[in-house]
């Protein structure tokens, strides 16, 4: 319950404008919108790590998260519902990324199958992402089990620093975002204070 609050005021505190890149352990950013005049890149440049979710990154990556991207290693696309139906919400952990903190610290055994249809009328579930080849990129989740370079919807890059989700929260049951979320913040903070 104590990192819900926690959470909760970061978010309060970026929607009202309090947070600026300032000497902060963590950054939180979530939403459908990203302000043009977001400064990402500067809380980065400090070295603060920063999760940031964001459905909408296929209609601005061509904006001023365009470098965080290409520094990440990632390009995004859009991410339609082919079948209309929960199935095409449904992430899966890669195998080749399975042991990675995010995905084990505090909270092991993480399934995402218990998706909400809550964006299938929408035609919009986010953005996928592939990778590029230009940073340091790692997929956690994807639309596509099998693939490590493209339809991922979870990286992490820049040595952990940038936790990158580009689904929302909403399109799953809390019980599986809650234990997710948790892990995140873990890993961030752990980032932040011994260096990876």
Same mark, same amino acid.
């Given at each position: 319950? &104590? /990192?819900?609050?926690?959470? =909760? =005021?970061?978010?309060?505190?970026?929607?009202?404008?309090?947070? &600026?890149? %300032?000497? $902060?352990?963590?950054?939180? &950013?979530?939403?459908?919108? /990203?302000? *043009? &005049?977001?400064?990402?890149?500067?809380?980065? #440049?400090?070295?603060? *790590?920063?999760?940031?979710? !964001?459905? /909408?990154? #296929? !209609?601005? !990556? %061509?904006?001023?998260?365009?470098?965080?991207?290409?520094?990440?290693?990632? %390009?995004? $696309?859009? $991410?339609? *519902?082919?079948?209309?139906?929960?199935?095409?919400?449904?992430?899966w952990p890669l195998p080749s990324t399975s042991q990675h903190p995010i995905m084990n610290d505090p909270n092991s055994g993480m399934t995402f199958t218990r998706a909400r249809d809550k964006w299938l009328s929408s035609m919009d579930l986010g953005s996928l992402m592939a990778l590029t080849g230009g940073g340091d990129a790692i997929f956690l989740l994807g639309h596509d089990a099998q693939s490590d370079f493209k339809d991922g919807a979870l990286a992490v890059c820049m040595k952990g620093q940038l936790t990158l989700q580009t689904f929302?929260?909403?399109?799953?049951? @809390?019980?599986?975002? $809650?234990?997710? @979320?948790e892990n995140y913040i873990t890993n961030a903070l752990r980032v932040r204070f011994s260096g990876g």
């Open positions: 319950m &104590k /990192i819900t609050k926690i959470l =909760l =005021l970061i978010i309060s505190m970026m929607i009202t404008g309090l947070i &600026k890149a %300032q000497t $902060y352990d963590i950054v939180i &950013k979530g939403g459908h919108v /990203i302000d *043009p &005049k977001s400064n990402i890149d500067d809380v980065l #440049d400090k070295g603060i *790590p920063v999760i940031l979710e !964001s459905w /909408i990154l #296929d !209609s601005v !990556s %061509q904006g001023r998260v365009s470098p965080i991207l290409a520094n990440c290693g990632v %390009q995004v $696309y859009p $991410y339609f *519902p082919k079948s209309f139906s929960v199935n095409d919400v449904l992430l929302s929260s909403h399109s799953f049951e @809390w019980d599986t975002m $809650y234990p997710l @979320w």
